[in-house]
């Protein structure tokens, strides 16, 4: 059976301010920022502010507005890194993989021939998260 939302997960966290995040992007209902364990260059989570754990619980009202997000991203981080493609991860429960649970979409820029690094690897550098953001705000600034 589904467990119910906790709102101490640590994207609710995120959400609510209490916790730093490197934020490429706000609206009323939706939030993008940097994953700290990208799986490549540029790696940004889409997430709702409504909460539920994954798509299996979620208010299809919740789709429209953060798969609009999705795209806004997937098109500045292609532009942002010169990708070649983007990849988009979404996991639901554990046997799927997924480890935080608060809906998000993993939104990641490809490039030919580059294999996915590992799910929730290596943590990488705060700098190197701070200047990726910057780079993916200006892609969605013009
Ligand atoms: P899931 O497995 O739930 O689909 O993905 C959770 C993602 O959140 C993983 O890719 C992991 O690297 C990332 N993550 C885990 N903890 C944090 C955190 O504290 N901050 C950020 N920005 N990302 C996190």
Known sequence: MTQAYDPGNIFAKILRGEIPSHRVYEDDA???FMDVMPQGIGHTLVVPK???RNILDADPATFG??????????????KAFNAD?????QFNEPASGQTVYHLHVHVVPRFEGVPLKPHSGQMEKPEVLAENAGKIRAALGS
């Open 85 to 89: 493609g983007v990849t988009l991860l």
């Open 50 to 52: 409504a909460p539920s």
């Open 65 to 78: 507005p953060l798969f609009a997000v999705v795209q806004k991203v997937a098109v500045a981080v292609k």
């Open 30 to 32: 939706v939030v993008a």
